[in-house]
């Protein structure tokens, strides 16, 4: 499986080189080039950030130099190794859920695996040369390796994983949680007496644990919360603060404040007017345009810096942005102090909803709940025929926007409407994803 999969992913990027060269749609991916140059850049002793647009860690960089010392497609080569590697990790954490947890699932984990190995999307991404594939590995380790209780080794994987792209430190109460809870013998003791007294509801053994569950109650009233700071949460929260930090400082130290802005803080503050799959892209595009006007004509004024309506627009465009991030902020909350026991469900109902709700939103950005969805499947009590539905959906309302974005892009036609209306289409679908995960969550698994 593994071969074929690598296989596969060798004659789509042999291939790429053929598109690029002959045909005016290219096949890799324009971040791909971003990527090689400021690998030029850094190979001569300067910063990657000269190269306009770069807004990744400089460790990527680092690792496209092998652009330049082995072959063009180096970089390639390594996103699908990572792409394999993650199709073995996830064959492991389901191996590990069988043999260690007991659990058996309707098909073997080898099929699970191959979901990801043979998603088109994952393909298609890590051919033409995007990075998601390395944080996506990385989290996939960070999630093994907890579950082998290896919380030094997970948490400099985690922290790294974060270096690379923020977007990891959405899990970080998540996993800082279940690594309190699996290291907790209490937690334990009591999620055993809840599950049995759950078990016993009906029958007359209930009685018998009636002085177990006063004695948990009192208990937990007072030290509940305290039982998920023990030294392995503690450990794992302050190593990969430590990762994170120590990188960052490192990049710092060499490439200054820009390091910071542009690998970070763009992307905090980051509005694309252009056309993407999310929800607010039409409104930002708007009132970036409104923007742009108002500007024009106060330069034609030469009053430039001197209206209040100028400045109004600015405060209301980082309003706006602040805004946008308290579905996301409140979602996130709810299912991590819901959810958190099962991390592997908290985990990528948690990306699902990052992603759905983001201000901006790619098709790379899809990779993230990819790497995760086959460590759900298996506990899902959601139909295959109805799973079957939801993903023709999912397709349906990507490629109705493809269509329309294709019109703007291609055909010179102004489809800025129909491009929002399909994000409002495809918004709704991703709600509808959500809640059938959701409802068909098997509750009894909630302490895997």
């Known amino acids: 499986m593994m071969l074929w999969g690598l296989l596969i992913r060798f004659v789509l990027i042999t291939y790429s080189l053929y598109q690029d060269e002959t045909m005016p749609v290219k096949y890799t991916d324009i971040d791909y080039w971003v990527v090689h140059d400021g690998a030029t850049f850094v190979t001569e002793g300067l910063s990657p950030f000269d190269r306009n647009t770069y807004r990744y860690t400089p460790l990527l960089a680092y690792i496209f130099t092998g652009n330049l010392y082995v072959n063009i497609m180096w970089g390639k080569l390594v996103m699908i190794l990572c792409d394999l590697a993650g199709g073995y990790l996830i064959m492991e954490i389901l191996l590990h859920f069988k043999e260690k947890e007991g659990f058996s699932f309707p ?27 390395i944080v996506s590995l990385l989290m996939l380790a960070t999630l093994y390796c907890i579950l082998k ?8 994987l985690y922290g790294l994983a974060v ?79 430590f990762t994170f930090f120590a990188l960052g400082g490192f990049f710092y130290a060499l490439y200054g404040w820009q390091f910071i802005y542009e690998t970070y803080l763009y992307h905090l503050i980051r509005q694309d007017n252009r056309h993407n799959f999310s929800i607010y892209f039409y409104h930002i595009y708007l009132t970036t345009s409104q923007m742009a006007a108002n500007i024009t004509e106060n330069v034609a004024a030469e009053t430039l810096g001197n209206t209040s309506g100028e400045w109004m627009l600015v405060v209301l465009s980082k309003l706006q942005g602040l805004l946008m991030f308290l579905p996301q902020a409140l979602l996130l909350i709810v299912t991590t102090l819901y959810y958190f026991k099962s991390i592997t469900f908290c985990m990528f109902i948690q990306t699902v909803i990052f ?53 703007l892009e291609y055909e010179g036609q102004n489809t800025f409407f129909e491009i929002w209306l399909s994000s409002i289409i495809y918004f709704l679908i991703n709600i509808v994803l959500i809640l059938s995960f959701i409802i068909h969550n098997d509750t009894s698994l909630s302490q895997l």
């Open 163 to 241: 270096h690379f792209k923020i977007y990891p430190i959405i899990y970080s109460i998540s996993l800082f949680f279940y690594v309190g809870y699996k290291h907790s013998r209490w937690l334990k003791g009591v999620a055993a007496i809840e599950k049995a007294e759950k078990a016993a509801k009906y029958n007359n053994k209930k009685k018998k644990l009636g002085n177990k569950k006063a004695v948990g109650e009192n208990i937990r009233l007072k030290w509940y919360l305290l039982e998920y700071f023990n030294p392995s949460s503690i450990t794992f929260a302050v190593l990969s603060a």
């Open 355 to 407: 992603v759905t709700f983001n201000k901006v939103c790619t098709v790379q950005y899809f990779i993230w709940y990819f790497s995760l969805m086959p460590l759900v499947l298996p506990f899902s009590r959601l139909k295959f025929y109805d799973g079957m539905v939801l993903a023709l959906l999912w397709f349906a309302g990507q490629l109705t926007w493809l269509y329309f974005a294709y019109l």
């Open 149 to 156: 209780r290896r919380i030094i080794l997970a948490s400099v």
């Open 107 to 133: 098909y073997s984990s080898q099929f699970y695996s191959a979901w990801w190995l043979f998603n088109p999307i994952v393909i298609n991404v890590s051919t033409r040369g995007n990075s998601e594939s």
